[in-house]
């Protein structure tokens, strides 16, 4: 009898009573985000990523992106977007040995909310005064470890959004094909690598089809990416990516300038050095005019 019921649970896409993905999703190109239900590459079975809190993309292959050329070195690792760490669940499933998919829903044992944190950060704080040899319990340090835990939560506080939470209704049927372009998007984050800021300006395009974003959604997309623990190329990436999945548009265009105060006020200390990142999409990738219009545009004054 178990033998026969393990064989019809293999036949229905289950096993041991769980759901599980019988697409060969490692080779696909397809932007998903988790929490949404998708039909596997073959058009037959449908499987549910988990539905964490934070954005998590991977590709899949191209359906309703139109245009969408990906460049040929971008990794499905590159395209995720990092939220509180955790360690996923690793498929066993035969051929999925390296997905690293949430298949199954599971309790996320994270803090009901960041601030919950408080405490812990403010006790690894004071401990750092002591081992620069400071006293945290001196007038001037006495309330530090705290405020440096509540900055430290709102330096980061990208983590808490998700972009269907900022994008809301905000997505309009409108005939329109012509570029949309918002530049000089200012924002601030955090090297991930030394945890000193870097800061600078974001320049959005995208050539719509059929729908547009509200404008301001474009900015706060470029806040929830940036208020986390970030380097530039991946956070110009990820913009680019959300702006894709939003609209489905048949490009996109991003360019980001940023200071970097790890050069300023530690190793080179290069105070006027820039470092520029762009992310091309579809026809912006594509098509050398249509790339060449948005860069005229963003550099004009």
Not at 23 to 34: A, L, Q, V
Not at 101 to 130: G, I, K, V
Not at 199 to 215: A, M, T
Not at 226 to 233: A, F, M, P
């Amino acid at each position: 009898m178990r033998d026969q019921k393990d064989l019809k649970n293999r036949e229905n896409g289950t096993e041991n009573g769980k759901s599980r993905c019988t697409c060969p999703h490692n080779t696909s190109k397809e932007i998903i985000m988790n929490g949404m239900n998708n039909q596997c590459a073959n058009g037959k079975s449908e499987m549910k990523i988990y539905d964490g809190e934070d954005d998590h993309a991977v590709i899949k292959r191209p359906g309703p992106l139109r245009n969408v050329s990906w460049p040929e070195n971008v990794e499905e690792a590159d395209l995720e977007v990092p939220g509180t760490p955790r360690t996923p669940r690793t498929s066993t499933t035969p051929g999925h040995e390296k997905c690293t998919f949430h298949h199954d829903l599971e309790l996320d044992h994270r803090p009901p909310t960041r601030e919950a944190l408080l405490p812990e950060m403010s006790r690894s704080y004071r401990l750092l005064l002591s081992s620069l040899g400071e006293d945290p319990d001196r007038p001037g340090l006495l309330k530090t470890p705290e405020r440096a835990a509540k900055a430290m939560l709102f330096f980061t506080k990208g983590y808490d959004q998700t972009i269907e939470d900022v994008i809301n209704d905000a997505v309009f049927d409108e005939d329109h094909d012509e570029m949309v372009v918002v530049k000089d998007i200012e924002m601030f984050s955090m090297c991930e690598h030394h945890l000193v800021p870097f800061y600078g300006k974001v320049s959005i395009g995208y050539l719509p089809c059929k729908k547009i974003l509200g404008l301001s959604k474009l900015a706060r997309i470029v806040e929830i990416f940036s208020r986390r623990l970030q380097v530039q190329e991946r956070l110009t990436k990820q913009i680019a990516i959300a702006v894709t999945k939003a609209v489905q548009p048949a490009g996109v265009a991003v360019v980001v300038e940023g200071v970097h105060m790890c050069m300023v006020m530690r190793g080179v200390q290069k105070i006027n050095s820039k470092t520029m990142t762009s992310t091309m999409l579809g026809v912006f990738r594509d098509d050398p005019k249509t790339r060449e219009e948005f860069l005229n545009l963003v550099h004009s004054k």
